[in-house]
């Protein structure tokens, strides 16, 4: 695709529920991460997969979060037993180098915990 | 502990004026900066970076200056247009890193 694709764009998950969460990255694209950015705030980083290898996993909030890329392109976050704390937007980003100096970002996944 | 400070208010500015954001860094030695525009509901989009020993660099009407002693990034959008409206976002990589650590963002809102 043209760009890096996020789905769904909207999640409304009750508490406790479990949700999984897509990236379509840029074909080619060697570096795959995983941001959360709260209402207001700048990205935080999740986590960083370098094709299938995820090298960084030091941003998740719990263990309720694992992010997987088993085939070095689609990526899937996903969340168990989500808490209300969870709500946030979730965004992909994806770049050509191991360099990372330019990253593509999808729209990402608001998720929205009830 | 680590901090990135952007510009605590949003910014308000007429057509034609130059608006200038502010990044400041705490317990950081980046490796380079790069400055991101935001538009509501979507990703964002990568503008500029500028490296560690770089000064200044320039991309149409954007201008991005980086002064290691102060820890700190001016950008600059000259000729404003209301359709430079958006939210932007400074971010540092250290040396020998590949994440990002972002700022907070400044909103910049440019009236007609």
């Known amino acids: 695709g043209a760009g890096v694709s996020q789905s769904p764009r909207y999640k409304v998950a009750k508490r406790g529920q479990d949700v999984a969460l897509r990236c379509d990255p840029i074909?080619?694209?060697?570096?795959l991460f995983w941001y959360q950015q709260a209402l207001g705030q700048g990205p935080e980083f999740l986590t960083y997969?370098?094709?299938?290898?995820?090298?960084?996993k030091s941003g998740l909030p719990s263990d309720r979060f694992f992010a997987e890329r088993p085939e070095g392109s689609v990526s899937t976050l996903k969340i168990q037993r989500t808490q209300q704390e969870d709500s946030a937007v979730y965004l992909c980003?994806?770049?050509?180098?191991?360099?990372?100096?330019?990253?593509?970002f999808g729209s990402g996944t608001q998720l929205s915990v009830l | 502990s680590q901090k990135i400070e952007q510009n605590s208010e949003a910014l308000n500015i007429q057509e034609g004026k130059t608006a200038t954001l502010t990044c400041n860094y705490t317990n950081y030695s980046p490796a380079y900066l790069q400055w991101y525009r935001q538009d509501p509901g979507r990703g964002p989009v990568f503008l500029l970076l500028i490296r560690e020993n770089e000064k200044e660099k320039r991309k149409e009407r954007l201008k991005v200056t980086f002064d290691t002693t102060l820890k700190q990034s001016l950008f600059h959008i000259t000729a404003s247009q209301p359709a430079d409206s958006a939210t932007y976002l400074c971010?540092?990589?250290?040396?020998?890193?590949?994440?990002?650590?972002f700022g907070a963002g400044t909103t910049v809102t440019v009236r007609a």
């Open positions: 074909s080619g694209h060697v570096s």
């Open positions: 971010a540092l990589v250290e040396p020998n890193d590949y994440k990002l650590s």
């Open positions: 980003a994806s770049s050509l180098a191991e360099t990372n100096e330019k990253l593509f």
């Open positions: 997969f370098q094709n299938e290898a995820q090298l960084d």
